[in-house]
């Protein structure tokens, strides 16, 4: 997939190696993991990316705000194709479900 998110509550996230841990990031806004594993990071995202979403709505009532978009280099890595970064996206339908009530 290389297009951008198909739904409010789909992100795109890169996967990589980093100094010896692995480190996921997402690309519409800026909220990452990093652990030992790809699943213990692919977990640990998914799980900053609930508590964002559900610490943006108790905070201004809309989903992500005042998160920005991740630097560009994290972009620059998703569209290289570059075979040691894993590109994937959360979809999240609790989340999506708390988004249509904001």
Not at 9 to 28: D, I, Q, T
Not at 68 to 79: A, V
């Amino acid at each position: 997939m290389t297009g951008g998110a198909q739904r409010p509550n789909s992100l795109r996230f890169v996967l990589f190696e980093e100094e010896g841990a692995w480190v996921a990031v997402c690309l519409e806004r800026y909220i990452g993991a990093q652990g030992s594993t790809k699943e213990d990071v692919e977990q640990g995202l998914k799980t900053v990316y609930r508590a964002e979403l559900d610490y943006s709505l108790r905070r201004s009532g809309i989903p992500f705000h005042g998160i920005m978009r991740s630097p560009q280099r994290f972009h620059d890595m998703w569209e290289s194709g570059r075979p040691d970064v894993v590109r994937n996206t959360i979809y999240d339908k609790n989340a999506a479900d708390k988004e249509l009530a904001a």
